[in-house]
């Protein structure tokens, strides 16, 4: 779904982006650490009580529905990350950002976007499996259907997460697969959203309030909007390019 | 370029942090939402709230008071069959 022109800056070899990935995890480390240093330095001071209270209060820490409501909240980030990247990829690919923003920059963040909705969909799985209320084996996280709540929507969810995997791991597998398989396998990130949005509208218990009913007839409704854009100047263009051979031959044709 | 890419990725990152925990403190104070409606799970038609059913008033104990009203009662006597049913032969009125 994106051009060819920035090859050479965003596939580096293997190992420039494994050692990436690493520096990444590190830093994401030493963020929790300082922040679990801080928590222990504010806690053990009188602040420490007032503030712990308060956020008690804000996130419910103490309720029995902790992490259902972690797990809600995961699931719903993701969600707007990867209509968020799915339209993103849209507009970079009928190039309406090109006057704003250089191809690099639009590319990267698309690949940054989707990187992040994986790493909530983990958190949305991880805590799943960790609730005490509803607790979800592996199996049950892993294979579709075999879900003992709404299988079907939360199995078409499972499909959906690896349909997501498949197309953010082909990010890094670009240069091994080949521009055109490497289209052919991001297509598929449509039908991922699609099977998202599915899931977590008929499977979330939270789809019968009006923000989210909002938010979901938002998100899908655009989305089909830049998918029937993105179709029309793809069609153009390769119209444009048909016409233009076409011309190419008949002045040869009329020159010889 | 460089620097524009990382802004977004730090904005993008904050941005989905801070989203994820005002949505979790979102939920954890909105009203319980109540489940999709499904036709198995609930009735279309509410149904008409029934009348409470009406009681008998209690039946007078035989032991109490009425040992004498028992005494009084006389058993059935079945009755000797004298009369059987025996089928007029008509063979006149035609």
């Known amino acids: 779904m994106s051009g060819t022109i920035f090859n050479h800056e965003l596939h580096n070899n293997g190992t420039s982006w494994v050692l990436k990935g690493v520096a990444w995890v590190l830093v994401g480390l030493l963020v929790i650490a300082a922040g679990a240093l801080s928590y222990l330095v504010v806690a053990s001071s009188p602040l420490g009580s007032i503030l712990g209270s308060s956020l008690n209060q804000l996130f419910a820490i103490d309720s029995v529905q902790l992490m259902w409501y972690i797990t809600r909240a995961a699931g719903l980030t993701a969600y707007v990350l990867l209509w968020l990247s799915t339209a993103w990829g849209l507009a970079v690919s009928s190039k309406i950002f090109d006057a704003l923003l250089h191809r690099t920059v639009t590319y990267d963040f698309h690949q940054f976007i989707s990187l992040l909705a994986v790493g909530f969909i983990f958190l949305h799985i991880a805590v799943l499996m960790a609730d005490r209320y509803l607790p979800y084996t592996l199996a049950q996280v892993l294979v579709p259907f075999l879900s003992p709540y709404r299988p079907l929507w939360v199995g078409i969810g499972v499909l959906a997460f690896y349909l997501t995997m498949l197309v953010t791991v082909t990010f890094y597998l670009r240069n091994r697969i080949g521009s055109k398989t490497f289209r052919s396998i991001h297509t598929l990130s449509l039908v991922a959203f699609l099977g998202a949005a599915v899931h977590g509208f008929f499977s979330g218990t939270d789809s019968s309030l009006w923000v989210t009913q909002w938010l979901y007839a938002g998100t899908f409704l655009s989305v089909v909007f830049l998918t029937s854009y993105w179709l029309i100047t793809t069609l153009q263009r390769k119209y444009a390019r048909m016409a233009q051979n076409a011309q190419k031959q008949i002045n040869r044709h009329a020159e010889g | ?94």
């Open chain 2, 1 to 94: 370029m460089k620097t524009t890419k990382n802004g977004l990725r730090i904005w993008i990152a904050s941005a989905s942090v801070v989203s994820f925990m005002g949505g979790w403190s979102l939920l954890a104070h909105a009203p319980k939402p109540a489940p999709l409606v499904t036709s198995s799970q609930k009735p279309s038609v509410s149904a008409p709230a029934l009348a409470p059913l009406p009681t008998l008033q209690p039946l007078p104990q035989l032991n109490s008071s009425g040992s004498t009203q028992v005494q009084n009662l006389q058993p059935l006597q079945t009755m000797p069959q004298t009369q059987s049913f025996f089928p007029r032969m008509r063979t006149s009125g035609s």
